[in-house]
């Protein structure tokens, strides 16, 4: 068994989803012999056939026929030999003025869809004539990264890869230097959602508290200081709750620390509920389709973590550091029982109404520890934490909960930025109520309004540092392809919180 665990973390250490990935590079003159072209153009150009490309006879024709106007995301596939290419695909940007970094990742993500189904080998896009507010460049590098986003996959357990050889693209852009410094940068974010993706689409018997550790314990090559606590370690330090909820599975649990220190300023903490796998214990879940998805009860973890690799990679000057309270929870004679009281490392008694609400108990740990250990300027948790929060605003939205408007202004700020949207839901005292428990200081359930509960629950392990709660319920998995997501892992929180991190004053 030993054995087995330990092959299992190494071969853990190797994805192949970089194959299906394409190589892009960024340049001023076409250097690929492409085989395929792929025109962004707005309306303004489309109406004066601005280039050789529009005037041809054979794109002419496609425009007139097919009633093609440039509008945002339209396409036009063109089968005929046009400046030398076997193939032309018009993509229309829309107004120029209106794009966003969001939309710019949107039309790379449909790029990637498009290429990932077509025979082509070699394709060149050309951006050269576009001029969007944010530049040619910036919107390069966006198209570039909504490229690479959209062409993971999680290949490891087919007996058959279909990735085949990775195709090449090149971007024509006005200023190469700027667009390849760019993308540099958004290239370690990719980076970071996908070791998030790989950990979340990872099952549970791979990927336990330990391998997860192993994870983390990989980004020190890349200069990240990474410390884990084990189970003595967490004793020592009292961690009555976090303990609790992995005493039952025989895969024991960690508190993975990861840091990236770029700066001398006091760190930011980023704390992630790390759940390997969630039955619910002994308030089993019941639901087939719904436990299946309990693979992905780390997602907030994974996003932490993720966060710390895409700083790592591009050497960002900030200081940041992610907590991450690791647990599988379990039904067996060690567990955890429903109405089980728990001292937590904080000093409070938490009585277990419910062992399907351990998210909150690994992170009142984990959010101690963050606090004592790092007095970090502001602290910010992600979570997987309540279906209520679906409920509430289902799976497009993260969940916002913060009495520090400055944090919510900030993260929001962040959200809109790279399409990981936020929806403030209601945190206070009004809420103590409900966690009042007979016997000790808090219960770990509510009787109304879930994920307000939690919250609030979470926030008497905070002290006094300004904290935000996200609530990722739902956001951690998508149903299908869609935008710069691909059907199962999404990375969620990796390009919010890296975004949050490098807009830091
Ligand atoms: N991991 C779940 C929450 C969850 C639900 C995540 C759906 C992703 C999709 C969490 O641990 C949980 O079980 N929460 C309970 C709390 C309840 C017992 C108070 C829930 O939401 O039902
Ligand atoms: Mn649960
Ligand atoms: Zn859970």
């Known amino acids: ?23 892009i590079e960024m340049n ?38 097919t009633g093609f106007s440039a509008k945002k995301a339209a396409q036009l596939d063109i089968l005929a030999e046009v400046a030398g290419y076997n193939r032309v695909m018009l993509l229309g940007t829309g107004e120029p003025a209106q794009l966003t970094a969001a939309s710019s990742n949107n039309l790379g993500a449909d790029i990637a869809a498009w290429v990932k189904k077509d025979k082509a080998r070699s394709v060149t ?54 667009a390849e410094r760019q993308f540099s940068k958004l290239q370690a974010v990719t980076q970071g959602v996908f070791l998030a993706r790989d950990l979340v689409n990872e099952p549970a018997a791979a990927l336990t508290p330990e391998t997860f550790a192993a994870q983390a314990k990989a980004l020190e090559k890349y200069g990240v200081k ?72 780390m997602a907030g973890a994974a996003a932490a ?6 700083l790592a990679l591009q050497k960002a000057p ?18 955890m029982l429903p109405g089980d009281v728990l001292k937590s490392a904080a000093g409070l008694t938490i009585q277990v109404t419910n062992t399907d609400a351990e998210g909150r108990l690994v992170l009142a740990d984990a959010l101690w520890y963050a606090n004592k250990e790092f007095q970090p300027r502001a602290m910010v948790d992600i979570a997987t934490l309540t279906g209520a929060k679906v409920g509430a605003v289902g799976t497009y939205y993260a969940g916002l909960f913060s009495e520090q408007q400055q944090l919510v ?16 839901l209601p945190l206070g005292p009004q809420f103590a109520d409900e966690l009042k428990s007979d016997i000790a200081d808090l219960k770990n359930t509510g009787s109304s309004t879930g994920a307000s509960t ?27 392809d869609k935008e710069v997501n691909t059907k199962g892992a999404t990375g969620y929180g990796v390009r919010l919180l890296t975004e949050w991190a490098l807009q830091q004053p």
């Open 1 to 23: 068994m030993k054995t087995l665990m330990t092959s299992l973390a190494t071969v853990l250490l190797s994805y192949s989803a970089v194959a299906a990935v394409p190589s």
């Open 28 to 65: 001023q003159k076409a250097e690929l012999d492409a085989d395929t072209l792929v025109l962004l153009v707005s309306p303004e150009q489309l109406a004066q056939s601005s280039s050789a490309v529009l005037q041809h006879q054979a794109v002419k024709h496609a425009i007139k026929t």
């Open 125 to 178: 896009i050309d951006t050269a004539a576009l001029q969007p507010a944010s530049g040619n460049a910036d919107f390069a590098a966006q198209l570039a990264h909504g490229i690479e986003l959209r062409s993971y996959s999680f290949d490891r357990y087919f007996s058959k890869k279909t990735a085949g050889e990775a195709k090449k693209l090149e971007i024509l852009v006005t200023d190469e230097q700027t």
């Open 226 to 297: 990474v410390r884990v606590l084990d189970v003595p370690a967490m004793e020592k330090l009292g961690m009555g709750a976090l303990l609790a909820v992995g005493k039952g599975s025989n895969r024991p649990p960690r508190l993975v620390v990861a840091q990236w220190q770029g700066s001398d300023q006091k760190p930011l903490a980023i704390v992630g509920k790390g759940i390997t796998f969630d039955t619910g214990g002994y308030n089993l879940k019941t639901d087939a389709e719904s436990i299946v998805r309990m693979t992905s009860d």
């Open 305 to 310: 973590l993720g966060t710390v690799k895409a």
């Open 318 to 335: 900030v200081n940041v550091v992610a907590v991450m309270a690791m647990a599988e929870n379990m039904i067996s004679d060690k567990a």
């Open 409 to 424: 202004d900030q993260l929001s700020l962040a959200g809109e930025k790279v399409n990981e949207p936020l929806w403030r």
């Open 454 to 480: 939690a919250a609030w629950f979470l926030k008497q392990f905070t002290g006094e540092t300004p904290w935000a709660h996200l609530d990722i319920a739902g956001n951690a998995l998508s149903r299908a």
